[in-house]
């Protein structure tokens, strides 16, 4: 069974940059795709980035396109989710799936696995 850590929170200014991890135990993790998510305050949870278990294919919600870059390194077993010129509007807990159908779409009911999150904050 696949489990995820997150880190690489943390509270920062506006117009800062964070690199988000999420580490992954398990064998099996390159064959999953793997999505990051984030939910704010008295909001739905809702869909950041995405990416395939090749890595090729890669997905970004229109509110972080153009500032963040999904990634992911094999033989760490581990994605990132780099994240620059963050808003206030990006302050959440970030939250990293994986999807055993390996596709790392933006379709939330695909992921079955879930980390615990890490807050990201950011102050203006």
């Known amino acids: 069974q696949v489990q995820l850590v997150e880190s690489g929170g943390g509270l920062v200014q506006a117009g800062d940059s964070l690199r988000l991890s999420c580490a992954a135990s398990g064998r099996t993790f390159s064959s999953y795709g793997v999505g990051w998510f984030r939910q704010a305050p008295g909001k739905e949870r809702e869909f950041v980035a995405g990416?395939?278990?090749?890595?090729?294919?890669?997905y970004y919600a229109d509110s972080v396109k153009g500032r963040s870059t999904i990634s992911r390194d094999s033989a760490k077993n581990t994605v990132y989710l780099q994240m620059n010129s963050l808003k206030s509007a990006d302050t959440a807990v970030y939250y990293c799936?994986?999807?055993?159908?390996?596709?790392?779409?933006?379709?939330?009911?695909?992921?079955?696995?879930w980390g615990q999150g890490t807050q990201v904050t950011v102050s203006s």
């Open positions: 799936a994986a999807d055993a159908e390996g596709r790392g779409t933006s379709l939330l009911y695909r992921y079955d696995i």
């Open positions: 990416i395939s278990s090749s890595g090729r294919t890669t």
